[in-house]
Each structure stands twice: as C-alpha cells, then as structure tokens.
C-alpha cells in the first residue's frame, strides 16, 4: 500500500522510512560525514546542540562491542550495518549549567535531521532502543552528564531475504495514525 499524506508535504518525509536490510558493503568516510553535517544543522534549546554522535565501522573492535549491546532481534539484522552510531545528549546546558529538559528532543531533531539526508543519499538508517543502556555508558565511560538515547545502524540497502523470516514480513513502509489522533486544538 502507497504512503499517502493527508495534507501535501514534500516527498522526502513519505519517502524516508527505517528499513532492517543492509548489504554489509563498506559507507565511506565522505559518505557518512554529510549525514553528520545535516544532524549539526538541526535545531535546539539556545542553540547549544546538545546531541554527541560516537561511530564505529565494521570490522572494528569497537563496532563488535556496540552490536553486542544491542538484544538478539537488533543483533540479527544490525550485523548487515556499515557503521553503528550512539547518540548521546547533554543534560546539562554549557552555558548556565542548568538542567536541559529539551536535551533529548533536541538529539531527536538531529537524528531526523541524519535519517532524512541519509535518505535522500539512497543509504538505510535505523534507530534502535532496544539496546544494553548500561552496558553502553560503560563501554564508551559516558560522563553522567550525558543520556544515551538510542543505537542507529547505518548502510546500504541490501536484501529482506537476509532477515529473519519474522522482520521479513514487516520490512515495508508502514502507513501513519490519522492526524485526528494525534492534533488536537485547544484541549488534548
């Protein structure tokens, strides 16, 4: 079933959507980087950009540990991924040493901001919550000052016939809620 919107808005946000299938071929540093620019670009609370990205190729003894932290299902399809990134976010702002409650908003902005340049450079991206949280603080020594927020998989697209049979079905663009579930005027 097409995706359709109920309103006109461009083709990119219909268009971008978290497939599992990745070929394993290898994301060049000048193909990754752009998705990194486009994160630096999305907005935040003062400006003060509170997302962290830390990356790690395959074939790397880091990748290894950051697949390892993601549950079984995630590990099943994530091995196919060129490259795993951890997004981090700053509780805390640089500038009055406050508390920022928008802190994991604002790394969401950064991600959609990555997830859709990396869609209209035909790579896949998936993020990930079902992940080891403690297990990654502690492998990457994350300050206490920093969330982990999520795991995202980067690669090229690559074959559903390398999932297991039951992400199989689900590898295709799913539709959306109504906007009448979700918008609401004056009253939730």
Do not use: C
Request: net charge neutral.
């Amino acid at each position: 079933m097409p995706r359709k919107s109920e309103y006109p808005i461009s083709d990119i946000f219909i268009n971008r959507w978290s497939s599992r299938a990745m070929s394993g071929e290898p994301i060049k540093i000048d193909e990754l980087m752009p998705l990194f620019e486009a994160a630096r670009w999305a907005p935040s609370a003062y400006n003060e950009q509170p997302w962290r990205f830390v990356y790690a190729h395959k074939n790397t003894q880091l990748w290894q540990e950051f697949l390892a932290t993601l549950i079984p299902v995630n590990q099943s399809w994530a091995k196919n991924a060129a490259v795993l990134v951890v997004v981090l976010s700053k509780n805390f702002f640089d500038r009055t040493n406050g508390q920022s409650h928008t802190h994991s908003f604002d790394a969401g902005a950064a991600w959609m901001s990555l997830a859709l340049q990396a869609s209209l450079n035909g790579l896949v991206v998936h993020a990930m919550g079902g992940l080891d949280y403690d297990k990654v603080r502690e492998t990457l020594q994350v300050p206490p000052e920093f969330t982990v927020e999520i795991i995202i998989a980067i690669g090229k697209p690559g074959s559903k016939e390398h999932l297991l049979p039951e992400l199989q079905t689900r590898e295709t663009p799913n539709d959306r809620k109504p906007l009448r579930e979700l918008v609401f005027e004056n009253k939730f």
